[in-house]
């Protein structure tokens, strides 16, 4: 059963800070792997979607990366800021479910002035 | 601004009252999905429609009716709902259920509380 761990749960850094966010999974057979961004009470907003054959994403100041052979996916972000302040979830579909999208826990990310 | 787009933002109802939640998209996404969040909780799939018809219900219960009237209109049906179904409803939408080379699209979701 594919199961998705996003660690760790909090994170907070000073403004300015180049900051990575790691998510793992357990079955490498998947199709792809999307970020969100969701903000407190609001719904989630795509970041990134990676296809299981890239190897990466980028958006701005975002790059995620994705890596099947060892279940690892991270989100990298540049000069963070206090408006990246936010919860941040990976999902994945598994090529062995029905396609339904899995959810990791989420990271909740506070960037401090 | 998100492109999917869900009425009404709050709702508080009792647990006799009958209400109903909109999701309305312009993608032209033939695929629309309903996902209930608890808070601090990832999204957890309730109901997914292709092509307007059902495709899966994730055994939710039956005072959780969806309907589809149409490919851009998604209704989630309310009754008799208990405290414990208060949450963050979620609608979602891509181009096609199960293209995996598309994003799946959330609107900002509509506050439930059951008192």
């Known amino acids: 059963k594919q199961e998705v761990t996003q660690i760790p749960a909090a994170l907070s850094v000073p403004e300015g800070e180049n900051l990575v966010l790691n998510c793992s999974f357990t079955?490498?057979?998947?199709?792809?792997l999307q970020w969100f961004r969701q903000d407190p009470g609001k719904g989630l907003t795509s970041l990134l979607l990676i296809q299981s054959s890239q190897r990466e994403q980028t958006s701005g100041r975002l790059n995620a990366s994705l890596d099947k052979s060892s279940g690892r996916s991270t989100l990298y972000i540049a000069a963070s800021q206090p408006g990246d302040s936010a919860t941040y979830l990976c999902?994945?579909?598994?090529?062995?479910?029905?396609?339904?999208?899995?959810f990791g826990q989420g990271t909740t990310l506070q960037v401090k002035p | 601004d998100t492109e999917v787009t869900q009425t009404p933002k709050h709702l508080v109802m009792g647990m006799t009252n009958k209400k109903s939640l909109k999701c309305e998209q312009h993608?032209?996404?033939?695929?629309m999905y309903w996902y209930k969040q608890k808070a601090k909780k990832p999204p957890e799939l309730m109901f997914v429609y292709s092509y307007e018809k059902l495709s899966i219900n994730e055994s939710v219960p039956s005072r959780f009716s969806p309907e589809c009237p149409n490919s851009s209109l998604l209704n989630l049906h309310l009754h008799a709902l208990q405290p414990e179904d208060s949450a963050l409803y979620l609608c979602?939408?891509?181009?096609?259920?199960?293209?995996?080379?598309?994003?799946?699209?959330f609107g900002n979701g509509t506050r439930l509380t059951v008192t």
């Open positions: 999902a994945l579909y598994g090529s062995g479910n029905t396609g339904k999208l899995i």
């Open positions: 979602a939408s891509r181009v096609r259920d199960k293209d995996f080379r598309s994003p799946l699209h």
């Open positions: 079955d490498s057979a998947i199709y792809n």
């Open positions: 993608m032209g996404h033939r695929a």
